[in-house]
């Protein structure tokens, strides 16, 4: 499985942006997708995920409200929609694929929260 993310940049905070990560394979409909962070000098920290199976969406406390995970299978990509961004949301966002036997990792996309 490979996986691409974009959409990340800079924006003022009350911003918004949406990520996309666009992933290969045949059973993407069967992947458990999310998202995950990393800000500088902090260790990479969950954000999002929505399973394959039901659509169930989980959200870390910090983000409920103001980011939103979907999915279109029929295009084999998730997106993370992200409303009212803040400073404390900048970070190197990936997209991870979990399938029965491995995750897999896209490359990360930037995001820059400016006060």
């Known amino acids: 499985v490979q996986l691409q993310a974009s959409g990340g940049g800079l924006v003022q905070a009350g911003g918004s942006l949406r990520l996309s990560c666009a992933a290969s394979?045949?059973?993407?409909?069967?992947?458990?997708m999310g998202w995950f962070r990393q800000a500088p000098g902090k260790e990479r920290e969950f954000v999002a995920r929505?399973?394959?199976?039901?659509?169930?969406?989980l959200y870390v406390d910090s983000v409920k409200g103001r980011f939103t995970i979907s999915r279109d299978n029929a295009r084999n990509t998730m997106y993370l929609q992200m409303n009212n961004l803040k400073p404390e949301d900048t970070a190197v966002y990936y997209c991870?694929?979990?399938?029965?036997?491995?995750?897999?990792w896209g490359q990360g996309t930037q995001v820059t929260v400016s006060s």
């Open positions: 991870v694929a979990t399938t029965s036997t491995s995750n897999y």
């Open positions: 394979g045949r059973t993407f409909s069967t992947y458990d």
């Open positions: 929505i399973r394959g199976n039901d659509g169930s969406k």
